[in-house]
Antibody, heavy 121, light 108 residues
Framework: EVQLVQSGAEVKKPGESLKISCKGSGYTFPTYWIGWVRQMPGRGLEWMGFIYPGDSDTKYNPSFEGQVTISADKSISTAYLQWSSLKASDTAMYYCARGPLMTRLTHFDHWGPGTLVTVSS | EIVLTQSPGTVSLSPGERATLSCRASQSVDKSYLAWYQQKPGQAPRLLIS???KRATGIPDRFSGSGSGTDFTLTISGLEPEDFAVYYC?????????FGPGTKVDIK
């Protein structure tokens, strides 16, 4: 069974750094794209970017480029999303999701449960 | 960037009724690379349809997708109580990947 397990909820202050994780199991982690999707409170879904864990090839949505960093450690089947300096506007639920197609242009067939990030002074 | 528009924003229906949800793209979606997701409160999205019309594993056949080019439809034939949720379309025919704003199907 394919599973994506995400790290727990975080409460941070503006300006702090943060790295959240997504651990895959039940499939060959290095060979599927992992995407990150933001959902701000009461809002819709926004694709942030992708990583291919096999070679760490990364693609960002231009709207998020420079704002976050996506990385992965294939040896432990884990992808990461990190911020160097959080803003209140980063408050959102963040989902990781698996892309089943062998291409950056893919939908998402399995989703993690989400990590709620709250940024407040 | 391909912008997706979903209509209606909210639809109120009774169990057993048919729901017809629309997703329109600002430009043609290559290879009908259009997916539909269902999201219930407090849950992650769940894939329903990919490639405009292919049901994902385990999705009941009351869910069907159709369309091509710029116009796509998700039909739920006979709403069950568990179908009341928000539905999103997503295109993956071009970068960046984009989602529609969602259609909420609520109980009349």
């Amino acid at each position: 069974e394919v599973q994506l397990v995400q790290s727990g909820a975080e409460v941070k202050k503006p300006g702090e750094s943060l790295k959240i994780s997504c651990k895959g199991s039940g499939y060959t982690f290095p060979t599927y794209w992992i995407g990150w999707v933001r959902q701000m409170p009461g809002r819709g879904l926004e694709w942030m970017g992708f990583i291919y864990p096999g070679d760490s090839d990364t693609k960002y949505n231009p709207s998020f480029e420079g704002q976050v960093t996506i990385s992965a450690d294939k040896s432990i089947s884990t992808a990461y999303l990190q911020w160097s300096s959080l803003k209140a506007s980063d408050t959102a639920m963040y989902y990781c999701a698996r892309g089943p197609l062998m291409t950056r242009l893919t939908h998402f067939d399995h989703w993690g449960p989400g990590t709620l990030v709250t940024v407040s002074s | 960037e391909i912008v997706l528009t979903q209509s209606p924003g909210t639809v109120s229906l009774s169990p057993g009724e048919r729901a017809t949800l629309s997703c329109r793209a600002s430009q043609s979606v290559d290879k009908s690379y259009l997916a539909w997701y269902q999201q219930k409160p407090g849950q992650a999205p769940r894939l329903l349809i990919s490639g405009a019309s292919k049901r994902a594993t385990g999705i009941p056949d009351r869910f069907s997708g159709s369309g091509s080019g710029t116009d796509f439809t998700l039909t739920i034939s006979g709403l069950e109580p568990e179908d009341f949720a928000v539905y999103y379309c997503q295109q993956y025919g071009g970068a960046p990947l984009t989602f529609g704003p969602g259609t909420k199907v609520d109980i009349k």
